[in-house]
C-alpha cells in the first residue's frame, strides 16, 4: 500500500517561537502532536508527501495542483522573514495525478497558477517534518470550491497515482477547525463553532469519513473552518481502507480549533466506500425535497430544468393554483448546489401578471443571467435545490432600529442608487451588517450612510 499514512494538522503561524513570541506556550499540545508527527514520518521515509492546502490557488470550480519544479517560501507577511524553506515538487507524481484526474473527469490540474510561493499552510506542517526528515519531494494541491464528491474522487486519484508510481506517499490535510469559538477570538462566537470542532474531532477519534461529508455547507459556513474541504480529500486518498485513527490533540485556546489526527492504512475494505455512502444520503434527502416541496418551488424548479434541458421556457401543463394566478408581487428565486449560491435574481415589485409567472420569469433569470455564475447545465439539475420568496410591499423607516435580519428585509437608496438584501440569510447576524451589504450591493460608498434612506419588507418564504 503506496499511501503509508494521512494526517490531519493546523497551521497558526504562532506555534512557531519566532511568531508566537511565548504564546506558543498556550497550544503546547499541539506542538508535542506535531513533533509526535514529524518523528512518524520521518521513521517511514516517503517518497512524496502531499500537503493540502487551504491557502494556496484557490478556485471556485477548480483544485488547483501547484506546477513547476520547486518553489520558496518565508513567513514575511508574520514578520518573521528569516524562517525561509525551499522544497522540490514531485513532477512525475504531479504529471501522473494529472492524467488520473483527466481520465475520471475530475476538475483539477495545474493550470491557472497565480502565485507560486508557499504559503503558510504548507510551510507549517513543512517546517516541523524538516526537523526530522527532508529526503522528500512535495505535491501541493488547493481543495477550492468544488462538491464533495469531487473532492473525493481527487483523494481516490492521489491514491491511485501513488499505488501506480510505486512511491510511498503521506498525506498532509493542512487545516484549522472553527475560527468562531470565543467571543473575545479574532472572530467572535457562534454555538455552530464549537458543534462543528465537536463532530470533527469525533470523525478523527473513529475514522469515520461519512462525518466530515455529512456536514452541510452551510452549517460549516456558520462555523468558519478552513480545512474540511482539504480533510475529505484526504478522506479519498484512504477510500476503501480500515485505518488505524487517532486524535492527538484539540486545543482552541485562541478562539480558533486546531487539531492534529492520524490515519495509517491497515487493510482494504470496501465496506469503507465513503463516496457510495455520500451518494446515497444525499439522494435519499433530495428524493425527500421533491416529495414535500411546495407549488411555487416547483414551478422555479420545473423552469429551470426545463430551460436547460431544453433551452425553451417552461409553460406548465396545469392550471396554476389560485394564489399564484390572483396575487402580484415582487418574487427572488434562490438556487444552491451542493449548499452554495447558484443563482439568485428577483424583482422588488411585479413586473408581470401574477406570482406565478413572476417565478417563472426570475427563475429563468436565476439559472442563466445571474452574473456571478454560468448558466446552469443539465447535468447540475439534480444537485440543485430552490427557495422562493414573495415580497409583501415595503414600507419605509426611519432608522435603522426598525429592522430586524431575522424577519424583515431591507432596501437601501440615496439617489437613483438602489440595493436590496433579504431576510432571515444564512451569516447575517446583525441589522449594522445587512445595511453595509445591501449599501455595497449598490454601490453606496460607506461615506455615504448618513444620507441613506431605507425602507423594510417581509417576504413569505417558500422551499
Known sequence: MSITAAYIVPHPPLILSEIGRGEEKKIQNTINSMRETAAE????????IVVLS???????????????????????????????????YDTDFVNMLEGATRQNGIPAGTQGERESTLDHATMIPLLFINEKYTDYKV?????????????????KAIKETAEKSHKKTVIIASGDLSHKLQDDGPYGFVKEGPEFDTQICRAIRI????????????????????GLRAFIIMAGTLDKTAVDSKLLSYEGPFGVGYAVGRFIPISSDTTKDYLEKYFNTKNEKMNDLR??????????????????????????????????????????????????????IGTTGPVTENV???????????????????????????HLTYSVD???PPEDIPDKSMLDTKKYGVIVSLGYKRGLLLPNLDGINSVDEQIRIAMSKAGILPSDIDRISLQRFEVVRHY
Do not use: W
Open 41 to 48: 514520518i520521518a521513521e517511514s521515509r516517503p517518497d512524496t
Open 207 to 226: 475514522g469515520d469519513f461519512s462525518m466530515l461529508m455529512d456536514i452541510d455547507p452551510a452549517f460549516e459556513e456558520k462555523a468558519a473552518d478552513c
Open 139 to 155: 505535491v501541493r494541491a488547493a481543495p477550492g470550491g468544488v462538491s464533495y464528491d469531487q473532492l473525493y474522487s481527487f483523494g
Open 356 to 382: 406565478g409567472k413572476e417565478i417563472i420569469r426570475n427563475a429563468i433569470s436565476a439559472s442563466s443571467e445571474d452574473p456571478r455564475f454560468p448558466p446552469v447545465k443539465a447535468s447540475e439539475l439534480d
Open 291 to 344: 416529495v414535500s416541496e411546495g407549488e411555487y418551488v416547483k414551478l422555479a424548479r420545473n423552469t429551470v430544468e426545463e430551460l436547460a434541458k431544453t433551452h425553451r421556457e417552461y409553460a406548465p401543463d396545469h392550471e396554476l393554483p389560485e394564489s399564484m394566478k390572483n396575487e402580484k408581487a415582487g418574487v427572488f428565486v434562490s438556487i444552491k448546489k451542493d449548499g452554495n449560491l447558484r443563482g439568485c
Open 54 to 88: 487551504p491557502h494556496s490557488v484557490m478556485y471556485a470550480d477548480y483544485i488547483h495542483i501547484s506546477p513547476g519544479e520547486s518553489a520558496t517560501g518565508d513567513m514575511s507577511q508574520f514578520r518573521a522573514p528569516q524562517i525561509k524553506m525551499d522544497i522540490a
Open 390 to 392: 414573495v415580497l409583501r
